[in-house]
């Protein structure tokens, strides 16, 4: 079983920039796919960017492609998330989680959901 803890949320003005972080404990394996997820008050969780484990390859949404950059560094069981160019619409809790499966349109079979960490970027 792995366990995911996120970290590096905070408030940041429009425009400004973040790095989220994904520690992976437990079970873990170069081979996971990590995805990040942000669940916005009242709306219901999309993908943000994802990396896969076998290969590397990344999948970001529209939404934030060419402001968001997904990494890893497996040494550190690390994966991160660096947003530039925030927005007010990118407020949201985000979250990572993990499968087997590499990064596709579909975001469906992530598990071992971390805690979230918030974003905030005021209007």
């Known amino acids: 079983q792995v366990q995911l803890v996120e970290s590096g949320g905070g408030l940041v003005q429009p425009g400004g920039s973040l790095r989220l972080s994904c520690a992976a404990s437990g079970s873990t394996s170069d081979y996971y796919t990590i995805g990040w997820f942000r669940q916005a008050p009242g709306k219901e969780r999309e993908g943000v960017s994802c990396i896969s484990g076998r290969d590397g390859s990344t999948y970001y949404a529209d939404s934030v492609k060419g402001r968001f950059t997904i990494s890893r560094d497996n040494a550190k069981k690390m994966v991160y998330l660096q947003m530039n160019s925030l927005k007010p619409e990118d407020t949201a809790v985000y979250y990572c989680?993990?499968?087997?499966?590499?990064?596709?349109?579909?975001?469906?079979?992530?598990?071992?959901w971390g805690q979230g960490t918030q974003v905030t970027v005021p209007s």
């Open positions: 989680a993990s499968r087997w499966y590499t990064c596709s349109q579909y975001w469906s079979g992530f598990g071992s």
